[in-house]
C-alpha cells in the first residue's frame, strides 16, 4: 500500500486529480503505519500547494435557538430539548467588539452565524447594517454563514463587504436525508452556486461522526471539489443531549485522521479547516495539521468549547508553520 499511497502523492503533486475509486482505495486502509503515511503524504501536497500559513478565522453565534430546521447534530433545533442558549440577533456593539478583539489577536477573519432557515426581513436588514460597519471599522476578512439565501441577499451582503459565504452540506447527498428532512441537498448546493454567483468565495464542508461511512465522507470532499470550494470546514460531531444523535459513537484518531488527509488528497487547492469538535481530536488536533489541515476556527464555536486563539497561535508555532499575515 505504500507504494499506492506515493503513486497517488505523485499524481497529485504533478497536477493531476486522483479518481473516486483511488480516494476509496486510500479510504480502506486500516494499518497504522499505512495511515501514517497517507498523513505525510497529504502533508507534502498542503506544502506544495498552499505553503506554510495557517488560517485563522473565529465566528460569533449571532442569533441562537428556535431553528426550524431539524438538523438531527444541532442543539439549536426547535424540534429538540437541549439545554441551548436562545436569543435575538445581538447588537452592533456586540459584533464590533468581538471582531476588533479578534483583529487584534491576529485572526484573518470574523463571521456572524445565525440561526434558521436563512436571516430574513428586518434581521436581515440588521445585519448587512452590522456588516457595513465592520467592514468600515475593522481590516480582516468577513465572512458570513446566515444560511439558505437567495442571490438579491447575497448580492447585498457583498455589497456590505463579505468575501466569503459559509454554507455546509454536512454529508454527502445519500445520507443527507437521515441528516435533515426540513430543506433539501440541492437548496444547500443552490446556496453555494449563487453565493459564488454574487462574487463571495464558498467556505463549505461538513460533519464526521454522524453514522454515515467512510465512502460518504469521500462522496462529499469529491461533492465540494465539483463546487469548487475554496475553505472547508471538517467539524467532529459532539453529541448533544436531547437530539437524536446524543448517543453517536466517537470516531477514532486515526478514522479523524484518515479523513483530513484523504479531504487534501481530493481538494488540494483548498483550506482543510479545522472546525467543531476539536476538544474530541488529541492536543486539539496538533497531528491534523500533520495530515493537510491549513485552517482552524478558532475560539469559542457556537455550541461547543474551542481552542484560545492565543493555544492556537502557539500550537502553529510549534509545528513550524505561521499565522496567515492579514492584508
Known amino acids: ?73 444541532c442543539a439549536q433545533s426547535a424540534h429538540y430539548k437541549t439545554n441551548a442558549e436562545v436569543y435575538d440577533l445581538v447588537s452592533k456593539e456586540a459584533a464590533l467588539e468581538l471582531a476588533k478583539e479578534n483583529e487584534n489577536e491576529g485572526v484573518n477573519r470574523f463571521s456572524l452565524v445565525t440561526s434558521g432557515r436563512g436571516v430574513t426581513g428586518e434581521d436581515f436588514q440588521k445585519v448587512i447594517e452590522i456588516y457595513e460597519d465592520l467592514n468600515k471599522e475593522i481590516k480582516i476578512d ?118 483530513i488527509a484523504i479531504f487534501r488528497f481530493v481538494n488540494p487547492k483548498a483550506f482543510i479547516r479545522l472546525a467543531g469538535g476539536r476538544n474530541l481530536i488529541d492536543e486539539y488536533g496538533k497531528n491534523c495539521f500533520n495530515a493537510g489541515a491549513n485552517a482552524t476556527i478558532t475560539g469559542n464555536y457556537l455550541t461547543t468549547s474551542g481552542n484560545k486563539i492565543c493555544d492556537d497561535k502557539k500550537l502553529i508555532d510549534e509545528l513550524n508553520l505561521e499565522v496567515r499575515k492579514n492584508g
Open 142 to 259: 468577513l465572512c458570513a454563514s446566515l444560511g439558505i439565501l437567495d442571490y438579491e441577499e447575497l448580492i447585498k451582503l457583498r455589497e456590505a463587504g463579505i468575501t466569503m459565504y459559509h454554507h455546509n452540506l454536512e454529508t454527502s447527498r445519500d445520507y443527507y436525508k437521515k441528516i435533515c428532512t426540513t430543506h433539501s441537498y440541492d437548496e444547500r448546493i443552490n446556496t453555494i452556486n449563487v453565493a459564488k454567483k454574487a462574487g463571495m468565495d464558498v467556505c463549505s464542508g461538513g460533519i464526521i461522526g454522524m453514522g454515515e461511512t467512510l465512502e460518504h465522507r469521500v462522496k462529499l470532499a469529491f461533492q465540494l471539489r465539483e463546487l469548487q470550494v475554496k475553505s472547508i470546514p471538517i467539524n467532529v460531531l459532539s453529541p448533544v443531549q436531547g437530539t437524536p444523535l446524543e448517543n453517536a459513537e466517537r470516531l477514532s484518531q486515526e478514522d479523524i485522521l484518515k479523513t
Open 1 to 73: 500500500m505504500r507504494d499506492f499511497i506515493k503513486k497517488m502523492e505523485k499524481k497529485t503533486l504533478e497536477g493531476d486529480s486522483i479518481t473516486f475509486e483511488e480516494a476509496m482505495k486510500l479510504a480502506g486502509l486500516e494499518d497504522k503505519e499505512h495511515i501514517l503515511e497517507l498523513c505525510n503524504s497529504a502533508n507534502n501536497i498542503r506544502k506544495t500547494f498552499m505553503g506554510k500559513e495557517v488560517d485563522l478565522c473565529t465566528i460569533m453565534n449571532a442569533k441562537s435557538g428556535h431553528c426550524s430546521e431539524d438538523c438531527k447534530f
